[in-house]
């Protein structure tokens, strides 16, 4: 009888200016049977040297890819990981509980070689092409060319920084990039990359409430469009952009996370913008949701009526 070596397990993340939240994120996913890859953008505040200082703790190879986006530092991360290997991403701004390794060991268990949306085999993600070049959106353009079969809706990570919401698109630029001229480029990337990775069309970027509330942003629509446009706009629905896709395949692989993984039940939560649903078809939600064992009820904000 011959007998099968187990797949590899790869952990992988790409990394900028996070020297104080970098160990905890990697302590936080670290297991003993997985390798964790992790590339570097030019760190200048001793992230990369703290990378360094602990790569024996945590079976850590790290790589340094100064200027590299998001999305061209996790293709770099997910190449350097082991052929053969199970990847899952993660993002070292969080911190991550037993929720995320018990849906990994889960995925892995079905055999399927995109089980979840951040859990694919390396080399299934590779022959479609990796992770685009793209500083913002770069995981839902991912998700929905990659597709993902399974979703469980349970909380697995918590951020470690206090940064709001939103602070991706301006924040982001202020946070990472120290001179002016270089955080202004890198919010104009920020802005036409939202278009690139959502493959919105024009009337659904107009109509984003971030943008809407930024008369400067909405006054430049027509040129940062274009932009978009001739970089390339990426769409994999005729009628659905890719965040509406990215839920569909969600709501469509929802399983039980209390029955499947073991998830605490205080932990199961599943939350979809009810335009979102609207556009997939509500009723079809509701029944998906209802059979995870989840509760489904509306909430809304203002003087409206919720259930």
Not at 15 to 44: H, Q
Not at 135 to 151: C, K, P, V, Y
Not at 164 to 190: F, I, K, M, Q, W
């Amino acid at each position: 009888m011959i007998e099968v070596a187990p797949l590899r397990l790869c952990l992988y993340g790409t990394v900028l200016n996070s020297a104080e939240t970098v160990e905890d994120s990697i302590k936080s996913v670290y297991r003993p049977d997985a390798e964790i890859v992790v590339v570097d953008g030019g760190s200048r505040d001793g992230t990369y040297e703290k990378l360094l200082e602990i790569v024996k703790d945590y079976n850590l190879r790290v790589y340094r890819l100064p200027g590299s986006s998001r999305g061209k530092g996790r293709d770099y991360a997910l190449k350097m990981c082991p052929e053969g290997s199970y990847a899952a991403y993660f993002d070292l701004d969080d911190e991550y509980n037993r929720n995320f390794h018990a849906a990994y060991e889960w995925g892995v268990a079905t055999g399927s070689p995109r089980p979840l949306h951040y859990l694919v085999r390396r080399d299934y993600a590779i022959d479609r092409e990796g992770w685009r070049d793209l500083n913002i959106a770069e995981d839902l353009e991912f998700f929905t060319r990659i597709s993902f079969d399974f979703h469980v809706p349970a909380l697995f990570r918590r951020p470690l920084s206090s940064r709001p919401y939103g602070e991706h698109l301006l924040g982001d630029a202020r946070r990472y990039v120290r001179e002016t001229l270089s955080a202004v480029s890198r919010s104009v990337r920020n802005v036409v990359d939202l278009n690139r990775g959502n493959g919105l069309k024009y009337s659904e970027f107009t109509s984003i409430s971030y943008i809407r509330r930024r008369p400067y942003l909405l006054v430049a629509t027509p040129i940062i469009y274009a932009t978009a446009h001739t970089k390339g706009i990426y769409r994999y629905d005729p009628l659905l952009n890719n965040y509406d896709l990215m839920f569909k395949y969600m709501v469509n692989g929802l399983v039980d996370p209390v029955k499947e993984v073991g998830a605490n039940s205080s932990h199961v939560v599943f939350s979809i913008l009810i335009s979102t649903a609207n556009r997939l078809g509500f009723n079809w939600v509701v029944t998906n949701v209802e059979s995870t064992n989840i509760k489904p009820y509306i909430c809304c904000q203002g003087a409206q009526r919720c259930w």
